[in-house]
């Protein structure tokens, strides 16, 4: 007996070729698989567009917290050094009242400008000179500030509140 021949021109014995009646492969296979089927979904493939990464936001460690803290603290001391400024004897015109909250204390006698009907008024502003040339000792006080952004004199008058 004899074994039967396969037709000529195929092997059966042949790896990854169809077999008997089988229909033969139609496409291409280099052509682009579907979006959304990439065997390693983490991992870009080639010939595919990557969709572009958002950029993190940055850490804020104790740093920038502390820079904050001191600008805000740096803001309110400006703050409140301008409000209790205001009233200082470097803002007096010649009419106003000033108070003496130091008189023991030669170099900050810490005067202020008060209204005249104020029980505190102790002295009222007769010449303010924007230089430091002085008053007449015999009918004035003086004081005399320098060394800030403009040197002033004020010759004050004694004035009891009436």
């Keep these: 007996m004899t074994a039967p021949t396969p037709p000529q ?8 070729q169809q077999p008997y009646g089988a229909a033969p492969q139609t496409g291409n296979p280099y052509a682009q698989q579907p979006q ?3 065997p390693n979904p983490g991992q870009p493939q ?9 950029p993190q936001r940055p850490k804020r460690g104790a740093k920038f917290f502390i820079r904050i803290g001191v600008v805000v603290v ?7 050094s301008v409000y209790t400024s205001r009233d200082d004897a470097n803002t007096a015109k ?16 810490d005067l202020q400008v008060v209204d005249c009907t104020n029980a505190k008024a102790r002295y009222k502003v007769v010449q303010k000179k924007s230089d430091t040339s002085g008053c007449d000792r015999t ?3 003086e004081y005399t ?18």
């Design 9 to 16: 021109g195929q092997n059966p014995f042949a790896q990854g």
């Design 36 to 38: 959304g089927y990439p």
């Design 46 to 54: 080639p010939g595919f567009p990557t969709a572009p990464i958002a």
């Design 74 to 80: 740096g803001l309110i001391i400006a703050g409140v």
């Design 94 to 109: 010649v009419g106003d009242c000033m108070s003496i909250s130091n008189p023991d204390n030669a170099t900050n006698p």
């Design 139 to 141: 009918k004035y006080s």
């Design 145 to 162: 500030e320098t060394g800030g952004s403009s040197d002033f004199t004020l010759c004050l008058a004694d004035y009891s509140a009436k």
